[in-house]
């Protein structure tokens, strides 16, 4: 086997962009923002996710001689908050049976369920060796550091069924994701359904912009502070509401803006001249991925709206096959 060595970075930004991003996102295959360096760094310059809010980065990074072939994101957590998997029940079994659940190994991409890649490795005709050897160095650093456990969340099927023939519990769950059949319109989309669908759909429609709302789609450089500071709003109060806390600061928001607006869309809806709701969303190079909602207002329909026609419409509008509207 090919020397390589394993090493641990204690933050994004000890590995460069380009080092990373050639593992995350090579070229040949589908960019997945959320795996881009500038993401991560966004998320961990902003203290969403930072040792002090339980999640410690602790990236492992695979080195051929000086070049980097894999690495992995991965963060120590002392709790299970913002996972989007639920394993409450094996922390329970571990306290009574009284052993530590946490620290615990985590690789994902904080506070966002999406599926793609965590064996991150570089378009090489060694890919299915290195994603084995980034495997086998995940075990051994686990056992090392002496964590209770390691996760790997939201795998592709392939790097799923890898961890499973290495020995690792599977589990699945569903998502709901719409595709593009070659629509150029929202509403040669609709023709594609029932009669009794169509006229729903037209329904809420209207009556999500039935009290005067205007809606917005705003990215790249017309991403101004101000939109994120309504945003912001909207997302701590229904943040709040929801599942009492909230998991990105708002300083996330304004690094995101600034890192990578081309990648970045905020639909927000606006009535009598001010901003009442609105939702982030991330452009990938197929896939509108949609991620968080918040509202100072509520009107019906206007949330299925924001977060799933406005989408669909967004990736018509710009030739994208699939939405994934998040959990």
Not at 270 to 275: C, D, I, L, S, V
Request: net charge neutral; hydrophobic share 35%; charged share 25%.
């Amino acid at each position: 086997m090919t020397d390589r060595t394993a090493h641990i970075l204690q933050n994004i930004t000890a590995i460069s962009p380009d080092d990373w991003n050639h593992c995350a996102n090579p070229a040949g295959d589908e960019y997945n923002p959320f795996l881009d360096h500038r993401f991560l760094r966004a998320l961990e310059e902003s203290g969403s996710a930072a040792a002090e809010t339980g999640w410690q980065p602790f990236h492992l990074c695979l080195k051929e001689a000086k070049t980097t072939v894999g690495v992995v994101p991965i963060y120590l957590k002392s709790h299970s908050r913002g996972e989007y998997v639920f394993d409450s029940g094996w922390a329970d079994a571990f306290y009574r049976a009284g052993g530590d659940y946490y620290p615990k190994m985590q690789v994902s991409v904080p506070f966002t369920p999406a599926t793609g890649r965590r064996l991150l490795v570089s378009d090489s005709p060694k890919r299915d060796q290195i994603e084995e050897q980034l495997l086998h160095s995940l075990v051994q650093v686990a056992k090392q550091i002496k964590v209770s456990s390691l996760h790997l969340t939201f795998l592709p099927k392939a790097q799923w069924d890898r961890a499973g023939k290495f020995g690792m519990l599977q589990r699945m769950d569903t998502q709901f994701h719409w595709r593009n059949n070659g629509y150029d319109t929202f509403e040669k989309f609709l023709e594609d359904l029932s009669s009794k669908k169509r006229k729903n759909i037209r329904r809420e429609r209207r009556g999500a912009v039935a009290n005067d709302i205007t809606i917005e789609w705003i990215t790249g450089s017309d991403l101004k502070e101000s939109h994120w500071d309504a945003f912001y709003e909207f997302y701590i109060d229904t943040s709040n509401r929801k599942w009492g806390t909230t998991y990105l600061t708002r300083s996330f928001f304004s690094l995101i803006s600034e890192l990578m607006p081309e990648q970045t869309l905020l639909i927000l809806c606006k009535r009598n001249g001010r901003y009442i709701a609105g939702a982030i969303n991330f452009i990938g190079e197929k896939t509108l991925f949609g991620r968080n909602w918040g509202c100072r207002e509520d009107h019906r329909f206007l949330h299925f709206e924001t977060c799933y026609y406005q989408a669909i419409e967004f990736a018509i509008a710009n030739q994208l096959e699939s939405v994934e509207a998040g959990a």
